[in-house]
Nanobody
Framework: QVQLVESGGGLVQAGGSLRLSCAAS????????IGWFRQAPGKEREFVAT????????VYADSVKGRFAISRDNVQNTVYLQMNRLKPEDTAVYYC????????????????????WGQGTQVTVSS
């Protein structure tokens, strides 16, 4: 079992930055793949970024590539999503998700691959 808690959301002006955190408890964290997803009002949940258990593999959605950076601290059991040059279209509830993987280099972009989900944190970007 893995418990995930997001934090760091808030209101920011376009062009600004936020850093989201996903704190995990439970199983050996270095074997837990973490993904960030977001859901805007009236839209489906979409993939944002993912990082493998070791941190060696990362994947980004095209919409955030070059602006967002995902990283992890396996001592602190935390994954971070640094969001720069935010745009109004980044406004959404952001969720972190986790799944156990024997391979510490695996990363997943499909929400269906994840077993554990946090409660979400709201990010609002004003124009």
């Amino acid at each position: 079992q893995v418990q995930l808690v997001e934090s760091g959301g808030g209101l920011v002006q376009a062009g600004g930055s936020l850093r989201l955190s996903c704190a995990a408890s439970g199983r050996t964290f270095s074997n837990v793949v973490i993904g960030w997803f977001r859901q805007a009002p009236g839209k489906e949940r979409e993939f944002v970024a993912t990082i493998s258990g070791s941190g060696s593999s990362t994947v980004y959605a095209d919409s955030v590539k070059g602006r967002f950076a995902i990283s992890r601290d396996n001592v602190q059991n935390t994954v971070y999503l640094q969001m720069n040059r935010l745009k109004p279209e980044d406004t959404a509830v952001y969720y972190c998700a986790g799944v156990w993987s024997d391979l510490q280099t695996m990363a997943f972009t499909n929400s269906g691959s994840y077993r554990y989900w946090g409660q979400g944190t709201q990010v609002t970007v004003s124009s």
